[in-house]
């Protein structure tokens, strides 16, 4: 889980050298999944339970709704992002799409997105900062066309569909639950 950690923190300070350090240590999507983003999707909903410390009105049990919640919202968003984009990129990149790359490229970005919830679930102001926050994203997906091998006419459109698979699906799907238990 650290190596994990550390590479998403390296993804956000230096995007081009993250994805060329993800690519040198070959790991499997399974691998990645399971040892990093698996307690790093843990840790993201332990996080919920931070708004206890400043929020009077939230209750242990809401807390906990909103954990599970979480949790439900990202590991679904993992397996809905990566069956859109295998299903969309194929005719964006060249050769052949090499699924295990979109699956880490997607295990990546929803672990930057569990990030930004805990900073989110960590500060008791509502920063406009926190919302900007996804934004970054895009600078790391944009860093990521020559790890999944995006041909050089389609580099804009692998930022779209990569954004709507990593960060709008992640975003609609912890919403829409969280409005379910509220």
């Not at 926050?133 to 041909?151: D, E, K, Y």
């Not at 459109?157 to 799907?173: C, D, H």
Request: contains cysteine; hydrophobic residues 60%; neutral net charge.
């Amino acid at each position: 889980m650290w190596l994990y950690i550390q590479q998403i923190f390296q993804l956000i300070l230096s995007p081009a050298r993250g994805w060329e350090d993800i690519s040198e240590s070959a790991l499997p999507a399974d691998e990645v999944q399971r040892r990093g983003l698996y307690p790093w999707l843990a840790i993201t909903s332990l996080s919920e339970f931070l708004r206890l410390a400043y929020q009077p009105a939230l209750t242990f049990w809401v807390a906990l709704e909103s954990a599970i919640a979480v949790a439900g919202a990202m590991f679904a968003a993992l397996y809905i992002a990566r069956i859109f984009l295998d299903m969309t990129l194929a005719s964006h990149v060249d050769g052949t799409l090499n699924v295990g790359k979109v699956s880490v490229l997607t295990s990546y970005m929803i672990g930057i997105a569990c990030l930004f919830r805990i900073i989110a679930n960590a500060v008791p102001a509502s920063l406009t900062l926190i919302y900007i926050l996804p934004l970054i994203s895009l600078l790391i997906i944009f860093r990521a066309v020559p790890f999944i091998g995006v041909r050089s006419d389609s580099p804009m459109t692998f930022l779209l569909l990569t954004a709507v698979a990593t960060i709008i699906i992640p975003g609609a799907l912890t919403s829409l639950l969280m409005l379910v238990i509220s």
